[in-house]
């Protein structure tokens, strides 16, 4: 008997311990798999914050040689790239998992940037140069780049002398979410130097948004220009609660993501907002969802989530956000122009009501071409105009409108369209004329009231997508 108790102790025992070696053997298995995850996330980081760097030293570099250029060929080209390598920046800088209040201003800085460069290239390309008050906007903004460029370039060789990580080996990014609300709820500069010491921001990073957010307006002709936010919200409806807001920020997450409510903030201005942040889960960077707090309606979505290997085609993006805006309450809604990088897709659609193309109810939808998932909305220019309209019944026949245009053009669609003014401060029903010039297309549009020829945009096809210019 003493014997049996005895094997059979042993066996327990043997049990025991090879369960405790799976047990340890798993634990190291997930420790090693976990610390991988932590490495590929933070070079991910990494990569994207050098890049940054790179992008805006480069941006400046080419705002320099604008100002110097002679010719309106070499200033289209120079602001062309401007354009190019600030929404690299910004895309970049949006990528890093920081706290809200630093990125805004300096993401908007750089989309500002962008949206300028795009507007000067426009406007040369239909024959308008740069005029003294753009000219001086340019300089003032190429400071600003400077100034920027320098913080920068301070911030990228403390990071390297001090060996900074956004996150240690082996923590997900909720350490970062829970470390963001202690601060949020301690509040004050100090909670905010203190995360910098923890290493959770670059150091002198946290000095970037201050100094972005000394700028002054910025006034140009663009869809995107701080004087056009000036008006008052279209779209309205009656107050939400910060509870309602959350409930509503979920409701706007695409199909199959989930996600927990981390902290709702308001954020005031223009168009005051309920500020909602969102964690998808242990090791993913937070979601951002911005609605009104006057009709909860949706301003904008970020997932900045990495991009997985591409699979799919614009064609199928445009497809994946059209059906999301069509979920999402966006009804009667066309896809316009396109453009695809770094494993996304940026599409902007319209409204259409009964086929009129309005150019001013616009939002922009990013696609991750790996699954086809909307990460992002921008849908303040819609807030901003969206309403009932009336006089979109032209007085001038399509006939006697394509009159205006050049015969050479090989007109190949016409159809009608409400755009907005040159100056941004109204709204024109006219004939939107699709046709070519030689090797160029070309969009012609003709006044749907008086027949004369509005505004004419050149259409840039690459391989990435299409602009107008």
């Known amino acids: 008997m003493r014997r049996r108790r005895a094997v059979g102790g042993a066996i327990a025992g043997l049990v025991v311990a090879g369960v405790l070696a799976v047990w340890g053997a798993w634990t190291v298995h997930l420790t090693r798999q976990n610390r991988a995850l932590a490495h590929e996330l933070e070079a991910e980081r990494q990569?994207?914050?050098?890049?940054?760097?790179?992008?805006?030293?480069?941006?400046?570099?080419?705002?320099?040689?604008?100002?110097?250029?002679?010719?309106?060929?070499?200033?289209?080209?120079?602001?062309?790239?401007?354009?190019?390598?600030?929404?690299?920046?910004?895309?970049?800088?949006?990528?890093?998992?920081?706290?809200?209040?630093?990125?805004?201003a300096t993401g908007k800085f750089l989309n500002q940037i962008g949206d300028f460069s795009y507007s000067v290239v426009r406007?040369?390309?239909?024959?308008?140069?740069?005029d003294e008050d753009q000219r001086a906007e340019l300089t003032r903004l190429y400071q600003a780049a400077s100034d920027l460029t320098a913080r920068l370039r301070e911030t990228g060789r403390a990071a390297v002398n001090e060996g900074f990580r956004f996150a240690s080996a082996g923590a997900g990014?909720?350490?970062?979410?829970?470390?963001?609300?202690?601060?949020?709820?301690?509040?004050?500069?100090?909670?905010?130097?203190?995360?910098?010491?923890?290493?959770?921001?670059?150091?002198?990073?946290?000095?970037?948004?201050?100094?972005?957010?000394?700028?002054?307006?910025?006034?140009?002709?663009?869809?995107?220009?701080?004087?056009?936010?000036?008006?008052?919200?279209?779209?309205?409806?009656?107050?939400i609660t910060a509870e309602e807001a959350k409930q509503r920020a979920l409701a706007y997450l695409p199909e199959g993501v989930a996600a927990d409510v981390l902290q709702v903030g308001e954020r005031n201005g223009r168009l005051p907002v309920w500020a909602v942040r969102l964690s998808p889960g242990e090791g993913r960077p937070a979601i951002t969802v911005d609605v009104t707090r006057e009709g909860g309606h949706l301003v904008s979505f970020i997932n900045?989530?990495?991009?997985?290997?591409?699979?799919?085609?614009?064609?199928?993006?445009?497809?994946?956000?059209?059906?999301?805006?069509?979920?999402?309450?966006?009804?009667?809604?066309?896809?316009?122009?396109?453009?695809?990088?770094?494993?996304?897709?940026?599409?902007?659609?319209?409204?259409?009501?009964?086929?009129?193309?309005?150019?001013?109810?616009?939002?922009?939808?990013?696609?991750?071409?790996?699954?086809?998932?909307v990460v992002g909305v921008d849908a303040r220019s819609y807030v901003m105009s969206h309403r009932q309209r009336g006089g979109l019944t032209p007085a001038v026949t399509k006939e006697q409108a394509q009159a205006a245009?050049?015969?050479?053009?090989?007109?190949?669609?016409?159809?009608?369209?409400?755009?907005?003014?040159?100056?941004?401060?109204?709204?024109?029903?006219?004939?939107?004329?699709?046709?070519?010039?030689?090797?160029?297309?070309y969009l012609v549009y003709v006044n749907a009231q008086?027949?004369?020829?509005?505004?004419?945009?050149?259409?840039?096809?690459?391989?990435?997508?299409?602009?107008?210019?």
């Open 47 to 104: 990569r994207n914050f050098s890049e940054m760097i790179s992008h805006v030293e480069a941006m400046r570099g080419l705002m320099g040689k604008s100002l110097a250029a002679g010719s309106t060929r070499q200033n289209a080209l120079y602001m062309g790239e401007v354009y190019r390598r600030a929404s690299l920046a910004a895309s970049n800088f949006m990528a890093l998992p920081l706290p809200e209040e630093l990125g805004a």
């Open 405 to 441: 245009v050049n015969p050479q053009l090989v007109v190949e669609e016409a159809r009608l369209a409400l755009i907005p003014t040159e100056a941004g401060d109204g709204e024109v029903l006219a004939w939107e004329f699709r046709g070519t010039l030689g090797d160029e297309t």
């Open 173 to 239: 990014l909720s350490d970062l979410f829970t470390a963001w609300r202690q601060r949020t709820e301690a509040g004050g500069a100090a909670a905010l130097q203190d995360q910098a010491a923890k290493h959770l921001i670059p150091p002198g990073l946290d000095q970037v948004g201050p100094q972005m957010d000394q700028m002054p307006v910025l006034v140009y002709d663009g869809p995107f220009s701080d004087h056009l936010e000036q008006r008052t919200p279209a779209m309205g409806g009656p107050a």
């Open 304 to 373: 900045a989530r990495p991009a997985g290997e591409p699979r799919l085609t614009l064609e199928d993006a445009r497809e994946a956000g059209l059906a999301y805006l069509a979920a999402h309450g966006w009804s009667e809604m066309e896809p316009t122009y396109g453009e695809v990088a770094d494993g996304f897709a940026t599409v902007q659609y319209v409204a259409a009501p009964g086929g009129v193309l309005v150019y001013p109810d616009q939002v922009k939808v990013r696609i991750a071409l790996d699954n086809g998932e």
């Open 123 to 130: 406007n040369e390309a239909a024959g308008r140069t740069m």
């Open 450 to 469: 008086t027949g004369l020829e509005e505004r004419i945009l050149q259409m840039l096809i690459t391989e990435s997508g299409t602009l107008a210019l």
